[in-house]
């Protein structure tokens, strides 16, 4: 099957705007919906130091995992490496005058962040996401918090 036909299959599964308009508050609509970005400093999974995993909050598509995080001080949560190669998609952004990569879930397509290559070993990189854009399964309790 090809990667194209995969991914219209994906998208057709997805609700629509009407129905997330529904279902999200007005940041996690513009975050996700809009490629928008929360102000730094107030996503609620910021200071967030549970293990577990952090997931897309359209799709619950696991993303990333709580031992990839570190504190960049760039204001949203950093992590290092997404949990697998699929969960993330990369797309060139030249918005606002500068040259940075998008990252989106790679399921449903929802807007997450940036990636840049200012991070911390083994890979260099730190993804730098919108809390807006997660939920967070503790991994004891199975508690989950959205951002």
């Avoid at 031992?67 to 952004?93: L, N």
């Amino acid at each position: 099957m090809s990667t194209f036909k995969v991914r219209c299959e994906q998208m057709a599964n997805q609700p629509s705007a009407e129905e997330l308009k529904k279902k999200l508050s007005e940041m996690q609509f513009y975050v996700t919906q809009d490629r928008g970005t929360e102000p730094p400093f107030t996503g609620h999974l910021l200071h967030n130091k549970r293990d577990g995993v952090y997931h897309c909050l359209i799709c619950d598509t696991p993303l990333f995992h709580s031992h990839t995080k570190y504190d960049s001080g760039c204001g949203w949560p950093s992590f290092y490496e997404p949990v697998s190669e699929e969960a993330i998609r990369y797309i060139d952004d030249f918005s606002h005058g500068m040259q940075r990569v998008e990252i989106r879930c790679g399921n449903c397509d929802a807007h997450l962040g940036h990636v840049f290559p200012d991070g911390p070993q083994p890979t260099g990189e730190r993804y730098c996401v919108n809390s807006a854009s997660l939920t967070f399964s503790d991994e004891k309790n199975g508690d989950q918090l959205k951002g």
